[in-house]
């Protein structure tokens, strides 16, 4: 692997895990981790032996939001000048299904990089929020555009006007989390559902992610377009026939994600 400093990555099976590892700043994400999430995302993604990305924290911290410490020191020229945080669209690039693992804090920049996931699998510990306004600023990475569309104008606004947490149930019950596990087991139930998801046919979930991107993207019309042409691109696959024949025969697929 690259030599990170701020995250450790591991592949395991068709499984490529990236754990962000800043644990006295509550894995705040400062402009190093940024290049490394990314960075070892889109490894991940160009190699053809992983399937499915896990992004993980800490049992107290996915992530505490951006790097105060860092932006204290920011200058708004500069910040324009680099396209402060923009370098975490890379992560929107990334081609295969990401599972965001959350336990404890995910907070600003925290909830946005759990966004940016194609699920989120929460520990009963996790407390999501966008505090952003208490520090006098707004969230920068897609936090009033993706809460708002995860959980409705009615809570996103609440989230964002006073800054309070939500815990994992009333994230859950709005439709930001996908699944709530106790605290000691969240890790377990992410690796065990990124394993299931790797194990597909890989053109499918490439062809399914986009597919579930355009649905925020595009009208209904040409989100149906693009999927029905999807799905008609995906009966060239060898995995396709075998799942098929699988299923007909009463047996497992063997996939070749070809
Ligand atoms: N940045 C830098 N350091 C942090 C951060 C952070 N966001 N969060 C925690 N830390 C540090 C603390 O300073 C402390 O360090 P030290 O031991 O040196 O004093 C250490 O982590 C432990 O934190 P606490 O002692 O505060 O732990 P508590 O359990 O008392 O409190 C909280 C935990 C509630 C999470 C508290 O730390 C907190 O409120 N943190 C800040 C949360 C926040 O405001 N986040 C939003 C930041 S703004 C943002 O994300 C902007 C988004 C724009 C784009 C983002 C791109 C990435």
Request: hydrophobic residues 50%.
């Amino acid at each position: 692997a690259a030599p990170y400093d701020t995250i450790l990555v591991e592949r395991r099976g068709r499984v490529g895990l990236v754990t962000l590892n800043r644990p006295k700043a509550l894995n705040a994400l400062n402009r190093r981790v940024m290049h490394e999430v990314t960075h070892a995302a889109a490894a991940f993604d160009a190699d053809p032996e992983v399937g499915c990305l896990v992004i993980t924290g800490s049992e107290r911290a996915f992530a505490a939001g951006a790097d105060i410490k860092e932006m204290a020191e920011a200058d708004a020229i500069a910040m324009y000048m680099e396209d402060g945080f923009g370098g975490w669209m890379a992560l929107t690039r990334v081609r295969k299904p990401i599972v965001a693992a959350v336990s404890g804090f995910a907070l600003g920049g925290g909830c946005e990089l759990a966004m940016m996931c194609d699920m989120i699998i929460a520990s009963d510990t996790a407390k999501f929020g966008q505090p952003e306004i208490k520090l006098g600023i707004i969230p920068g990475i897609g936090g009033s555009q993706r809460l708002i569309r995860a959980v409705g104008k009615a809570k996103a606004t609440d989230l964002c006007l006073t800054g309070r947490m939500m815990d994992a149930q009333e994230a859950e019950r709005s439709g930001l989390v996908a699944r709530v596990v106790p605290a000691g087991d969240f890790m377990a139930e992410a690796m065990k559902t990124a394993e299931a998801i790797a194990a597909m046919s890989l053109p499918a979930l490439m062809a399914l992610k986009e597919c579930l991107g355009r649905a925020d993207e595009a009208s209904l019309a040409e989100g149906l377009l693009f999927e029905r042409r999807a799905i008609q691109a995906l009966f060239a696959t060898a995995d396709r026939r075998e799942g098929m024949a699988a299923f007909v025969e009463k047996r497992a697929p063997n996939f070749t994600h070809r």
